[in-house]
C-alpha cells in the first residue's frame, strides 16, 4: 500500500512574496507518520519542485488544500495532478468548507473532512483491499451531505506519531536564520490544535482547543536532538502558544535544559511577568503577538477580545525581561480609515522601544472566517483564487469613497512602518 502526498511550498505565496524557503508542510508530515505507523509506504514531493508531467503514475495522490494559502497553485496543476494517479484524496481546510466544489473542480474521489490521521490511513486501507468499511470523514459524490462533525476532531494528540520528517530532506527540515536575530538553524514544530476564541477575519476551522502534554513535547524535541544535532533552536507554529499558563509553565521546565533558543506565537492577554520569565530562561527569544490594530474601535469590530492596555503592557513587559517582540497587524478590515490608521500609527510609535518588528497584512475575507460570511455574496461573484492570505488589495466592502480612503491610509501605514522599521518592516524572517 502506497501514497504519494503532495505539498506546496511556492516562494511566491510566501509572506512578500521572498524567495525563502518555507516551514516544511507540518499537517502533510503528521499524515504521512501516522500512514507509515499503518504499514502504508508514503511518498511526499513538493509540486515546485520536480516537474510533476514527470511524475510516474500512482494508485493514490494525496493533496491537503488550504483555501487562502495554496488552493491556487493546486488548482493550476490539478488536471495534471490527476492524470497521474487512479485516485486522488483532497483533505484539509478547503475540503472541510467547500466540498462540493473541491469534487467538482478539483476532480477530488474522496474528500477527507476535519483532521485526517485516523480516517487517511482507514481510507487506503479499503481503497486497497476494497472493502465495505465505514470510514468517518470520507466524502465521496454519494454522500455529499456529509458535513464537518466536531468527532472529526482528534482528542489526545498525544497519540499521534511524531512528524516523519525524515521523509523531507535535511535542509528542508533544519532552517537557517529563522529566528530572527539568531544565525541558528532551527526547526519548526507545533503542540496544540484549534482555538477557542472567535475573531472575525481568522479561518481556524478547528475551534476546540487540544494541546499535548508537555511530556510528550518533550519526547518530540529529544527526538530532533537526536536526529538534527546541528538544531539550534524551535520554532513553535501553535496559534498562541501561552493559551494555559500551566502546560507552558511546564514546556519551559521541560525544554530549558536543551539549551535551545525558541520563539512562539501568543495573544497579548495570555501575557503575565511570572511566565515571560520563565520562557525567557528556557530559551524563548523573541514572542510574535497578534496585534491587529492600534485602533479599539477596529480590535472590537474584529471580535479581536483584546484592549490596547493589554498590548501595551505584553509588549512592555516581554521587552523589558530581554524578549524581543514581533507585531502582527491587520489593514484594511471593515471601518479602517485614516482614523484607524492614525490611531495605530500614534499606538506604534508610543511603543516603538519595545517593538522589535512588524507584519502589515492586508485584510481579505478568508474562506471560512465570520467576516466571510457576513459579506454575504462574496462566493457568488468573485473569483475563489482572489481569497488569499498575502498581498490582496480588493474592494471587498463599503462605498467606492470608503475603499479610496482606505487605500490612502494603508499607504500611509505602511510608509510609516518601513520608515521605522525598514522594507516590509523586517518581516523576512517568521
Ligand atoms: S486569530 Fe488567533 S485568537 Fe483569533 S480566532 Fe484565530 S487563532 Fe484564535
Excluded at 510528550?216 to 538544531?231: F, G, R, S
Excluded at 525558541?262 to 495570555?270: F, H, L, P
Excluded at 528556557?282 to 492600534?294: A, F, R
Aim: aromatic share 10%; proline share 3%.
Amino acid at each position: 500500500m502506497k501514497i504519494l502526498l503532495i505539498y506546496c511550498d511556492d516562494s511566491s505565496i510566501a509572506r512578500f512574496g521572498e524567495k525563502r524557503k518555507e516551514f516544511p508542510p507540518i499537517g502533510l508530515l503528521y499524515l504521512a507518520a501516522s500512514c507509515e505507523a499503518n504499514n502504508i509506504e508514503v511518498e511526499l514531493v513538493n509540486i515546485y519542485s520536480q516537474d510533476i508531467s514527470k511524475l510516474e503514475h500512482h494508485h493514490i495522490i494525496g493533496l491537503s488544500i488550504n483555501s487562502s494559502y495554496n488552493y491556487t497553485s493546486f488548482y493550476n496543476h490539478i488536471q495534471m495532478l490527476r492524470e497521474k494517479c487512479d485516485i486522488l484524496v483532497v483533505g484539509g481546510q478547503h475540503a472541510t468548507i467547500f466540498p462540493q466544489q473541491t469534487l467538482t473542480e478539483l476532480l477530488a474521489d474522496y474528500l477527507i473532512i476535519g483532521e485526517g490521521e485516523y480516517a487517511l490511513p482507514q481510507l487506503i486501507h479499503k481503497i486497497y483491499n476494497n472493502d465495505a468499511v465505514f470510514v468517518s470523514n470520507i466524502i465521496t459524490k454519494d454522500n455529499i451531505s456529509n458535513v464537518y462533525s466536531e468527532n472529526y476532531r482528534i482528542d489526545d494528540l498525544d497519540v499521534l506519531p511524531i512528524p516523519a520528517r525524515h521523509l523531507m530532506k535535511k535542509e528542508d527540515i533544519l532552517l537557517d536564520k529563522r529566528i530572527y536575530g539568531e544565525d541558528i538553524k532551527s526547526i519548526s514544530l507545533i503542540t496544540s490544535r484549534g482555538c477557542p476564541h472567535n475573531c472575525e477575519f481568522c479561518a481556524n476551522v478547528y475551534k476546540g482547543f487540544r494541546h499535548r502534554s508537555a511530556e510528550n513535547v518533550e519526547l518530540e524535541i529529544a527526538q530532533l536532538i537526536l536526529d538534527y544535532p546541528e538544531m539550534k533552536g524551535l520554532v513553535f507554529l501553535d496559534e498562541n502558544l501561552l493559551f494555559s499558563e500551566e502546560h507552558m509553565t511546564q514546556i519551559c521546565d521541560r525544554i530549558s535544559k536543551y539549551k535551545l533558543k525558541w520563539t512562539c506565537n501568543a495573544r497579548v492577554d495570555c501575557f503575565n511577568y511570572t511566565l515571560i520569565n520563565k520562557m525567557r530562561d528556557s530559551g524563548c527569544v523573541e514572542v510574535k503577538y497578534g496585534l491587529e490594530s492600534g485602533s479599539q474601535r477596529i480590535l472590537d469590530r474584529m471580535n479581536k477580545k483584546i484592549t490596547l492596555s493589554q498590548i501595551s503592557e505584553a509588549l512592555i513587559g516581554t521587552h523589558k525581561v530581554g524578549i524581543r517582540t514581533k507585531c502582527f497587524l491587520l489593514f484594511g478590515f471593515p471601518g479602517d480609515n485614516l482614523e484607524s490608521a492614525k490611531e495605530t500609527i500614534d499606538f506604534l510609535s508610543l511603543h516603538e522601544k519595545y517593538i522589535s518588528r512588524i507584519n502589515l497584512f492586508n485584510f481579505s475575507p478568508l474562506p471560512n472566517s465570520p467576516i466571510f460570511k457576513k459579506l454575504g455574496n462574496v462566493m457568488d461573484n468573485r473569483n475563489l483564487n482572489n481569497f488569499r492570505l498575502y498581498n490582496q488589495q480588493v474592494h471587498w466592502w463599503g462605498t467606492q469613497s470608503d475603499y479610496e480612503e482606505m487605500l490612502t491610509a494603508y499607504e500611509i501605514l505602511t510608509k510609516f512602518i518601513n520608515e521605522r522599521y525598514g522594507e516590509n518592516g523586517k518581516g523576512s524572517c517568521n
